[in-house]
């Protein structure tokens, strides 16, 4: 039985990946190398500095821990300046419809992300007031695959882990969901997230009666 969803957000409320990416793609630049989409992908749902680990790796790249604070601090600035040009509209396609179905159905609505910009994003594409929780790289102790973020989510709405659904794009958030012990929507493509147990490319044309046919046809 579905009593609560929790939404990662970026890549699943709002399209915030491409400006993710263009950020760390000048960081890479500026240390002299490229950062590809493909190499990208793996940084879906880290955290920015586990991410920076992951990029500085890529390009073998060795940097004081002062130097990759103020790094970060760089990419963040940029990222957010980019942000800057989202509006109300930047809400990926069939979301505030999917959560206003939610509402009506009374479901429990929480997020779940590594970001530190949650809360601004949320206010910026006007949709903070949708969800009951925030579960954010602020609260986090251990990012995903972890599945902290999501018990944390859970535990908020006063909802059973086996009672909540995770909506992810990244692949280590699918894990999370996983190893909380829900039922996991994968939002992309099944060949990237194919340890989901459900994968739609989007929320267009996606609708609780879906989901809750997806999640009572699933043997979890
Ligand atoms: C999400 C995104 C990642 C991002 C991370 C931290 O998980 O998918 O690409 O690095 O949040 O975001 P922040 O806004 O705190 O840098
Ligand atoms: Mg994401």
Redesign the pocket.
């Known amino acids: 039985l579905i009593k609560a969803c929790l939404f990662?957000?970026?890549?699943v409320i709002v399209d915030?990946?491409r400006f993710?990416y263009i950020a760390?793609r000048q960081l890479a630049n500026d240390l002299g190398f490229d950062l590809t989409e493909q190499e990208n992908e793996q940084?879906?749902?880290?955290?920015?500095m586990?991410?920076l680990e992951i990029i500085l790796g890529i390009g073998g790249v060795e940097l004081s821990e002062d130097e990759k604070l103020s790094r970060?601090a760089e990419?963040?600035t940029r990222?957010l300046a980019l942000c800057q040009q989202m509006t109300p509209d930047d809400t990926l396609p069939g979301v505030r419809a999917f959560l206003d179905e939610l509402k009506v159905a009374s479901m429990g609505i929480g997020l779940g992300?590594?970001?530190?910009?949650?809360k601004i994003?949320l206010e910026r594409i006007d949709m903070l007031s949708y969800f009951q929780t925030i579960v954010?790289?602020n609260r986090i102790t251990k990012?995903?695959p972890d599945p902290q973020v999501f018990l944390m989510g859970a535990d908020d709405l006063d909802t059973l882990p086996e009672n909540c659904v995770v909506f992810e794009?990244?692949v280590?958030?699918i894990q999370s969901a996983k190893s909380a012990g829900m039922f996991a929507v994968g939002i992309g493509e099944k060949s990237v997230l194919a340890e989901a147990d459900f994968v739609v490319p989007g929320f267009n044309d996606f609708h609780l009666a879906d989901l809750v046919a997806a999640s009572e046809s699933t043997v979890q």
């Not at 990662?8 to 890549?11: A, P």
């Not at 940084?43 to 920015?48: C, E, P, V």
């Not at 992300?113 to 949650?118: E, F, I, R, T, V």
């Open positions: 990662d957000l970026d890549g915030t990946a993710h760390w940084l879906k749902g880290i955290s920015r586990e991410s970060a990419k963040n990222y992300s590594a970001s530190k910009n949650a994003i954010d790289g990012g995903k794009d990244a280590a958030g």
